[in-house]
């Protein structure tokens, strides 16, 4: 399984931006792929998730009300949309596909087996 991450980029606060997740390779055992972020010198934080056969979408509250996920099983990509961009957004943003239930929770890192190589988000004052 592979995961490519684009669609970041250099905006101003107040833009809207969307990600994008392209999984290829055997993902047919898909449970949920996720958005983390992570900013210069911070721990790798989770934004939001979908389950990938229901398409039930959770949200970090600190996005919540900006921030949408969503997904397209036909093309096998999902995308976080981020509006209102503030500065405090910029980090690196990383997808993450879930394929195996186990103690870790749906919020660390550890519960996901495949990564992409993130996307940088730089949001200028």
């Known amino acids: 399984v592979q995961l490519q991450a684009s669609g970041g980029g250099l905006v101003q606060s107040g833009a809207s931006l969307t990600l994008s997740c392209s999984i290829s390779?055997?993902?047919?055992?898909?449970?949920?792929v996720a958005w983390f972020r992570q900013a210069p010198g911070k721990e790798r934080e989770f934004v939001a998730l979908?389950?990938?056969?229901?398409?039930?979408?959770n949200v970090a509250d600190f996005v919540r009300e900006r921030f949408t996920i969503s997904r397209d099983s036909a093309k096998n990509t999902a995308y976080l949309r981020m509006n209102d961009l503030k500065p405090e957004d910029t980090a690196v943003y990383y997808c993450?596909?879930?394929?195996?239930?186990?103690?870790?929770?749906?919020?660390?890192?550890?519960?996901?087996?495949?990564w992409g190589q993130g996307t940088l988000v730089t949001v200028s004052s």
């Open positions: 993450a596909l879930r394929d195996t239930l186990n103690y870790h929770s749906d919020y660390s890192t550890s519960a996901y087996a495949y």
């Open positions: 390779g055997r993902s047919d055992a898909t449970l949920a």
């Open positions: 979908i389950k990938w056969i229901t398409g039930t979408p």
